[in-house]
């Protein structure tokens, strides 16, 4: 056919004109993506495909210690302590570190020595001196952040759990980010498809417009970030008051990302905006670009962030040691100097009892994390709180929400990166805190106890959720406005009531009935005193049961805080079951009345009191039969910290730590679940055995134990076996060669350091087992095996040793764990016995041995051997055995011990330093007295013919605290929705660059872009044209040629989809 150059190029520019058009919507789709600054990796459109990998690993400085003062001195007093404690031992060989920072000019208390000579002496010698409470050495924290490619084949919606992230790191503080894609869609351990991570303005998300539009951005709020730096010329940034330089590196830029992420996520003024951009920015860069960090280079930063009075302190980093004593003693400090401390409570999840420090204290806001769509983020780490443990119990902890998963903040250079991690849920709770200390007119009411006591109460339960997964729920920032703006000074409880009937938010304690003589239920309640920075309660607390709801029939026993500092404090709530109900059956309700009273704050002022009620509601039922009944032994159990005690798993070489508390609602908790759904009631021994009336028991059963046992705790658990109690015993590997193997450089003694004990304290329990001719071997078996059908996992354990010739004896084929730690060499040992069951003399209760725990921790479990725990309690509790195991293909003869060497206590532990046994005595260490059996003082009560309250959720809120009261303004707020994208949907809700809140209309903002990318389609048609009519110039004129059909059909008019 024949056609025109002109009707040829008029068809030709509009074909390009709209390949322009697709162009730039695409390239306008694509800047709305993380990432797409040259200076940040780049996602693909719709889910990651990147991932940070964060590793830590930490050791001591060679000869450097830290020296704690009793107060803050000058350079030249500390030196003058320093040196008149040393010279008076003669130790001549050691000087001070400079520290060349900028707060080197005030005093402090503490300094950086370092002693090359005899370092034991000089150490006793500096904690003998009257003014230094403690030297401790000085750490050095490596953290490697890493960008890693992901397995292209997975598909959006599942993304691979491919972090290495070390969840029990010694003493170390470790950043807590992840990336994006982290996220199930539940909080519970459930095989749901994972959710794909959609970058979101968090912002907006959580209304901070509102209050932008109200004239309230953060302004004249000093907020702290503790991180890796920031560049001076940020474009994102414009109240950066300044940037200090902590560490060894002659730069205050970040060379990582991470800090500027975090700092923008706070108060990045333009494109990912942060909630607070008005606020007063104060950088504080701990970590090099080499992630790099010392202990004394945050207390340094510390000591300066309370001259600079800080109000907000963001904190990304947390770890498992609440007993590292210069960071928790710091900590108390500024929170007591009315600093609001904002932490990431660790990425440990979905484990329970994984909580990180600090943001476990109870001064400090400890949040966790959820995606978009309101799920628990699956890495977020779980409560309980595990410094109670084992005599008492856990704490409520996080204390709240909010989200983490594809949240937007500032790149390195400029522009949007998305990153996933309580490390950004952290600072998204820290904006907040900042813009709403901006809207309070009295900022004296402003404290970290007032501050948390509005976010907690104006929290939003999400459904479906327990509390030690959500805390109090997710943040709802215009709540806390209101509550704040009508606070007066109180005192509060956290959580604010107690219903064991409640689930299941009340997880576990809803997850039993209570009954008379079962082991008292504790609750561990978290006092929150807005009125002062100390305080204490007036008198006691007082019970005051309902009457018409029988509350006499339950005793409740108290147990408090001497002195509430820093603004908080606990109350343990002992619940028992009065003798008067051992039959009854129903609810039962009461409350507790407490007085919390500050001292005055000035001459002039007066003291302040607050009087709150705590609700107790609890379910009762008749005394369950003793069969049914399972005492769980928590005495015996040891944990990090203090001491080093190792993983249950060797095959598990990045979590070097048992940490988790081995409790049944922490790494235990999904065993406890089975035995209640088995129709099993397990109760929590904290106390020796001589504590408990075993005639109450069907079984004793020992997970893991790591403690030793008193003489008199084995001679009564003889008896009590023999007058019918059972006893079901889980071990795990003891030997000696393999625990110098995995030894390790302490960063408190600064000594090579074998651990306490194996996985399980073998010897300890064979002196136990000895009078049934029961011992556990030495050696440490691994091995995939089948056993009654089912389908397990043996992960270094131990094999029995010795066992009765009368009882039943399984045996399987494994590797020799121990041989290929040791010599990295491969055997396969066949006939290793594992399993042994034993009925004692007539009228006795049935033993039953077996080598491995790691089927029932959650920790490290690969194939769950519930289903043989529950044969194990049938033989023990009815003495019914399966003929599955009865009649076993693996049964042997039991073995008789002979010719097979017994573990023996590794020479040289230090077990009786962190034990409640053992104490030091001269050559080996000796038992302690047996101390007395805990002895609870059960509170008068005081009767009330009252009606308690029939929710006691929604009836708890702050006193004089009314919401219905404090109306927000009638301000039209585009809040976007919240909803899975479809693919290809972009997800960024930014704001143009240099519109500051307060001033920024949303209608108008939102026009903005579309007017400048129609006025930007104009003139490039304009200059379309111009070219076209410049070639296009006919030299004469033709006849019309009729459009062909296939061209018009080519031509039709299309709307492009974006």
Known sequence: MNFTPRFMNMRFSKFWLLLAVILLCLKKHQSTQPGNSSHEPESCNGCSQLTL??????SVVKHEYIVAFKGYFTANARSNFITSALKSRGIEDWRIVPRN???SDYPSDFELIEIKGDQRDGVLTLEDHPNIKRVTPQKRVFRSLKFVDEDPSASCNETKWSQKWQSSRLLRRTSLSLSSGFWHATGRHSSRRLLRAIPRQVAQTLQADVLWQLGYTGSNVR??????????????????????????EKTLDDGLGHGTFVAGVIASMRECQGLAPDSDLHIYRVFTNSQVSYTSWFLDAFNYAILKKIDVLNLSIGGPDFMDHPFVDKVWELTANNVIMVSAIGNDGPLYGTLNNPADQMDVIGVGGIDFEDNIARFSSRGMTTWELPGGYGRMKPDIVTYGSGVRGSGMKGGCRSLSGTSVASPVVAGAVTLLVSTVQKREMVNPASMKQALIASARRLPGVNMFEQGHGKLDLLRAYQILNSYKPQASLSPSYVDLTECPYMWPYCSQPIYYGGMPTIVNITILNGMGVTGRIVDKPDWQPYLPHNGDNIEVAFSYSPVLWPWSGYLAISISVAKKAASWEGIAQGHVMITVTSPKENENGAERFSTVKLPIKVKIIPTPIRNKRVLWDQYHNLRYPPGYFPR????????????NGDHVHTNFRDMYQHLRSMGY?????????????ASQY????????EEEFFPEEISKLRRDVSNGLSLIVFSDWYNSSVMRKVKFYDENTRQWWMPDTGGANIPALNDLLSVWNMAFSDGIYEGDFTMANHDMYYASGCSIAKFPEDGTVLAQT????GLEVLKQETSIVENVPVLGLYQTPPGGGRIVLYGDSNCLDDSHRQKDCFWLLDSLLQYTSNELLPASLSHSENRQKPPTGEGIPLPERMEGNHLHRYSKVLEAHLGDPKPRPLPACPHLSWAKPLPLNETAPSNLWKHQKLLSIDLDKVALPNIRHNRPQVR????GESGAWDIPGGIMPGRYNQDVGQTIPVFAFLGAMVVLAFFVVQINKAKSKPKRRKPRVKRPQIIQQFHQPKTPSV
Request: hydrophobic share 35%; glycine share 4%; proline share 8%.
């Open 648 to 659: 249950d798993n060797l095959r598990m070489k990045n979590d070097p730590l048992d940490w």
């Open 681 to 693: 009631f397990v109760e929590v021994l904290g106390s020796p055995f001589t504590c408990f009336d």
């Open 980 to 983: 899975p994208l479809s693919p």
């Open 101 to 103: 920072n900028p707060a």
């Open 698 to 705: 069907g079984t004793l059963l020992m997970v893991d134990s």
């Open 53 to 58: 990998r964060v590793d830590f690993s930490s």
């Open 814 to 817: 494994f590797k020799d764990q």
């Open 223 to 248: 907020v702290a970030v503790f991180d890796t730096g920031l560049s001076e010329k940020h474009p994102h940034f414009k109240n950066v008051k300044e940037r200090t330089n902590w560490t060894n």
